[in-house]
């Protein structure tokens, strides 16, 4: 089977891992190898050390697109879940895919920042109103939301399922699933 890298990009608590493991069980059931990269995971191990500077946040996107490339590569339907809040970032790691000839798929999980904050998952943007954190992507600091992605989902307006199957009918689309 050929492998993919599927990028979802958002704001924090928009529903990009939520997506994503509903879409990964999908995939696992009609036989696929799939992955998931979340961020906070990736934070945790692969990038431990690293701020929230844009360049460093530019590192750990380009960390992740390098493992999710490898991956690919080698059949695996990689999942990733990032807020990724850079465009040129985002465009690094797609062409590294173009230029290594894997797929790849990049996802808007265009939900807006008032949902957002009221799902509000982890807390961040309580603390961000209260002001014990600073630089929370899409409120006190940058977030580029793709011109033109693959796919786009208001996740506000459906399900996690019907987002989950809106995202399988494009990779079905592409010859991908």
Known sequence: MTGATIWLTGLPSAGKTTIALELAGRLRAE????EVLDGDEIREFL???LGFSREDRHINVQRIGFVSELLASNGV????????PYADSREAVRKRHQTEGTPYLEVHVAT???VCSVRD???LYAKQAAGEISGLTGVD????A????DLRIESQDQTVQESA??????LSERGLA
Do not use: F, T, W
């Open 165 to 170: 199957a809106a995202l399988h009918a494009l």
């Open 112 to 114: 807006p920042v008032d």
């Open 31 to 34: 036989g696929h190898r799939v």
């Open 146 to 149: 793709p011109e033109s992605p």
């Open 121 to 123: 998952v982890k807390g």
């Open 141 to 144: 600091d940058p977030y580029e």
């Open 47 to 49: 990038s431990a050390g």
């Open 77 to 84: 339907k990689v999942l990733v879940p990032v807020i990724a």
